[in-house]
């Protein structure tokens, strides 16, 4: 991908690296998934960039960027108010917030904290929160596994250690496509590779950090409220966030579109690129002015 780069000065002193590719109609904000960089979006930013401004950036202790002083800061919460604050040092709000995987929730978030910079959202295989609730809706159970993921961030040497093998990406790619995480004969390859070296370069401090704040975080009462133009994506074969959840958020969001992709697994937006950009120019040709 290719754009033109600058820094956002935070509030409580860290900075963040963005990108802006293309310029022109009502720009696209993106929040990435789970521990994961912008190298997501590559496809969608050569779709839209000839004629929308697209603006990539990674979240605090992403991206090759050092972990930040606060550690409780790389959090959904936090992100949503840091994609807040590149948007406006971009001069581009509002914008069509839109999200991937974990990046739902903080787009969802972004929502709640800011409505005025989101003129519409673009949800693509995620959920609106407590992911492990399709696995036990128990707190006790969400609260040890939040823990479980601090503890592993708190593990040093050993954490690294056992993050390093994920730079070599074929036991990391079995595992994407055993979990319905990617589609074995689909997902293009340099995809993963580039999804497990980042996560191998990053400080477990921050990994643990995130993963708590994943599994604690639910913006389901946040539902109901949204007043902005929503398109929802799936994929029928998503074991990560199941079909049900994009069912779910589609109904209660009231005049939202849900796209379903039949035979398609979490990372549907770079198996059928063609396709979920046709599904996205659809759902914006029909915004009111």
């Known amino acids: 991908m290719t754009g033109t780069g600058f820094a956002a000065s935070l509030p409580d002193g860290e900075s963040l690296r963005y990108t802006v590719h293309g310029a022109g109609e009502v720009p696209i904000l993106v929040h990435n998934g789970l521990v994961s960089s912008v190298g997501h979006w590559r496809f969608l930013v050569r779709h839209f960039a000839d004629r929308r401004a697209v603006i990539t950036w990674d979240y605090r202790g992403h991206g090759g960027a050092a972990a930040p002083r606060d550690l409780a800061t790389c959090c959904i919460d936090r992100f949503a108010d840091d994609g807040h604050a590149v948007l406006h040092a971009a001069g581009m709000a509002p914008a069509l917030v839109t999200g991937l995987s974990f990046g739902v929730q903080v787009a969802l ?8 910079d989101v003129r519409a959202l673009i949800l693509i295989c ?8 399709r696995l036990s809706t128990s707190a006790v159970v969400r609260k040890a596994m939040a823990e479980a993921a ?11 250690a056992l993050l390093a093998p994920s730079a070599r990406t074929p036991l990391g790619r079995e595992l ?20 497990f070296a980042h996560v191998a370069g990053m400080d477990p401090r921050v990994i643990g950090a995130v993963v708590a704040s994943y599994f604690e975080h639910t913006a389901e009462d ?11 994506i799936a994929g029928d074969r998503d074991q990560l966030t199941p079909l049900s959840i994009a069912e779910k958020m589609h109904q209660q969001i009231r005049g939202s579109r849900l796209v379903v992709f039949p035979g398609h697994s979490h990372l549907v937006q770079v198996e059928k690129p063609r396709e979920v950009h046709a599904a996205i120019d659809a759902f914006l040709a029909e915004l009111p002015g």
């Open 176 to 195: 994407a496509y055993l979990t319905g995480g990617a589609h074995r004969a689909l997902c293009p390859r340099e995809v993963l590779d580039d999804l």
């Open 222 to 232: 946040l539902l109901p409220r949204i007043a902005v133009p929503t398109l929802i």
């Open 109 to 116: 978030e972004h929502y709640r904290r800011h409505p005025g």
């Open 126 to 133: 995620g959920t609106y929160g407590h992911p492990l609730d």
């Open 150 to 160: 601090r503890a592993f961030g708190r593990s040093g040497r050993l954490g690294q």
